[in-house]
């Protein structure tokens, strides 16, 4: 699918309106991260599968992710622990290289939730440890970290933006963006769109946009599909996943 078919796609889905709140809050499978965190107690795992591609005049790439599980578990009301890890199949060019990527622990922390306002703010920030296979890992020991903004414009439409910077051991680190635009068709599905991209090395801007949505199988278990493209690079991939719920007993 090209970038034009793309955005109209996206238009075409965003006039679709319904109601979000029956949806489990999660951190995929949108760029952005959402700013609220898992409840006390509970225990939350998103997992999926992504298959991307990437195209320049001197590297080509294909990438597997099989899976990529991210697991976040609620200390407090407003602080939850999470660790993220993947298995990863690489091929650059005629090289291929198949393991696992670097462990991340990371926590995010909220700062603004009351119950009338439709304004909330976390904090998410994760330690990159060097722990992954030879030539999957940055042999470093590098950070993320990003600042979560959501707005709750109406029970049928809501957006959310991240700022963030990341530094992988060495050059300026980059700076990363991300909005998302969500919409409900009814109690069970739920669309977004969301331009996002980066600085590099405080340098190159990279730009892209993707799609979405999610089906609400149960309180507990969301299933997901999303794909993406490059704005200015030869970028795209497709992945599903799902989401499940564990609640403090």
């Known amino acids: 699918m090209n970038i034009r078919n793309t955005v ?8 679709l309106s319904g109601k979000l709140n ?3 809050v ?3 499978p949108d760029q952005t ?20 591609y990437g195209d320049n005049s001197q590297v080509n790439t294909r990438q597997m992710l099989l899976p990529t599980n991210l697991f976040r578990y609620g200390i ?5 622990l999470r660790l993220l890890n993947q298995l990863e199949m690489l091929k650059i060019n005629d090289e291929k290289i198949g393991g696992i990527s670097d462990l991340e622990i990371g926590t995010k922390i909220q700062l603004l939730k009351k ?7 976390a904090f998410l920030s994760h330690l990159i440890t060097p722990t992954g296979t030879n030539q999957l890992s940055i042999d470093k020991y590098g950070t993320s970290n990003k600042l979560s903004i959501s707005h709750s414009i109406s029970k049928d439409f809501g957006i959310g933006y991240n700022l963030g ?4 051991g060495e050059g300026n680190g ?9 919409i409900g068709i009814n109690e069970k599905v739920a669309v977004y769109v969301e331009p996002y991209g980066e600085v590099t090395n405080m340098d190159e801007f990279i730009s892209n946009f993707d799609a979405g949505f999610t089906y609400l199988v149960n309180q507990k278990l969301q299933l997901d599909f999303s794909f993406g493209a490059g704005i200015n690079q030869a970028m795209n991939y497709l992945s599903i996943g799902c989401s499940w719920l564990i609640e403090k007993g």
Do not use: H, M
């Not at 407090?76 to 939850?80: A, H, L, P, S, V």
């Not at 910077?165 to 992988?168: R, S, V």
């Open 33 to 52: 991260e959402s700013s609220s965190a898992v409840p006390k107690g509970s225990l939350q795992l998103e997992s999926g599968i992504l298959i991307g």
């Open 26 to 28: 999660t951190d995929r």
């Open 115 to 121: 119950e009338n306002l439709k304004t909330e703010i």
């Open 174 to 182: 980059d700076l990363t963006y991300s909005l998302a635009i969500g």
């Open 76 to 80: 407090t009301e407003r602080i939850e």
């Open 8 to 15: 109209l796609f996206a238009i075409l889905l965003t006039t």
């Open 165 to 168: 910077y990341n530094y992988f």
């Open 22 to 24: 029956a949806q489990i």
